[in-house]
């Protein structure tokens, strides 16, 4: 079972991280452009393997932040792989760019690139945000979203994907293009309805579930009634952390010997070798994975295992738990 090591706790249980947005500069110490504490993206990399994940998607939000996403996985072979892909909160970032078209066919070079080399795993982060629209107005948000998806055809990569309170527009979006994305992909951080989640399942689509999945009550029903072998587990850190307002909390509490995660400080007071309050690390995946298996009614291993192996029958990583 479980014996502690520095404050972690090692396990037999093995995750992939289907989604960590590891080239944000709070891994680096920045916070609102300044920098708060020292660099310190090795370590957060070493509480995730000591935590007992294995295996991390990368997000790629913009052509930018792709590019950067390849470069972190090349440096971490094995480990990390990359997603590549326009966030719909991005949508500005191609419209407003001196050539939307080139931004596009740079796009879809990253990522045949990064396809060929072993290193790109998935299309996106793409789709809808209706939620946030103060970044990108929803027209520009579906005419990307279209556009990427017409890459995405060509790439026959898995989708990674997001959707927020747009359900009708991103299925309306999705379903024509179906024959030519036999791959479908993933709805990551997914925080939808149950008759939403069904849909998409009925579609061929996984769900990704995180913090942000396990807020409320009615989260948790949906997170409950995903098919087993359609559920995947993710962080999104720095964000979507399980927090002690959230539904979901009662659950850690009473599981604790599962989530036992390293000290946590403010950033104010950064110690190397602990985590910093606020964000989200990839090695808080044994608490999304602790919350969903209590709710699914199976053991956290059990749990580990079908993740595992709906992760690696998707994306292709090439070892085996």
Not at 94 to 121: F, H, R
Not at 208 to 236: F, R, Y
Not at 288 to 307: F, H
Request: net charge neutral; proline share 4%.
């Amino acid at each position: 079972m479980a014996t502690a090591t520095n404050g972690m706790l090692q396990k037999k249980y093995q995750y992939i991280d289907i989604g960590a947005n590891l080239t944000d500069p709070m891994f680096r110490g920045f916070y609102h452009g300044k920098q708060s504490h020292a660099d310190d993206f090795d370590e957060v990399l070493k509480r995730a393997t000591e935590q007992g994940v294995r295996k991390m998607l990368v997000t790629g939000s913009n052509l930018i932040e792709s590019e950067s996403a390849i470069q972190i996985a090349r440096n971490n072979r094995k480990l990390l792989y990359a997603t590549v892909g326009v966030h719909p909160c991005h949508s500005l970032d191609i419209e407003n760019s001196l050539d939307p078209d080139k931004y596009l066919q740079d796009l879809e070079a990253l990522a045949l690139t990064g396809k060929k080399e072993g290193t790109v795993m998935a299309f996106g982060e793409t789709g809808l945000d209706y939620a946030r629209l103060h970044y990108a107005p929803a027209d520009i948000q579906r005419k990307y979203f279209i556009k990427q998806l017409d890459i995405a055809q060509r790439l026959h990569l898995p989708l990674f994907l997001h959707s927020r309170d747009c359900a009708k527009d991103f299925e309306a979006i999705l379903v024509p293009r179906l024959p030519k994305l036999p791959k479908r992909g993933v709805v990551h951080s997914f925080t939808g309805t149950v008759k939403e989640m069904e849909s998409l399942v009925a579609l061929g689509f996984s769900i990704g579930v995180n913090g942000c999945s396990l807020k409320t009550e009615e989260n948790l029903e949906v997170v409950k009634a995903i098919p087993l072998d359609k559920i995947m587990l993710e962080t999104d850190a720095p964000w979507c952390e399980i927090r002690p307002s959230h539904a979901s909390s009662k659950f850690l509490k009473k599981n604790n010997e599962d989530v036992e995660l390293p000290p946590v400080v403010k950033k104010e007071k950064f110690v190397m070798g602990s985590m910093v309050r606020g964000r989200c690390e990839p090695c808080a995946i044994s608490q999304v994975a602790s919350v969903v298996a209590a709710l699914k009614g199976v053991t956290v291993e059990e749990l580990c295992e079908i993740a595992w192996k709906n992760c690696v029958s998707m994306f292709g990583f090439d070892e085996e738990m």
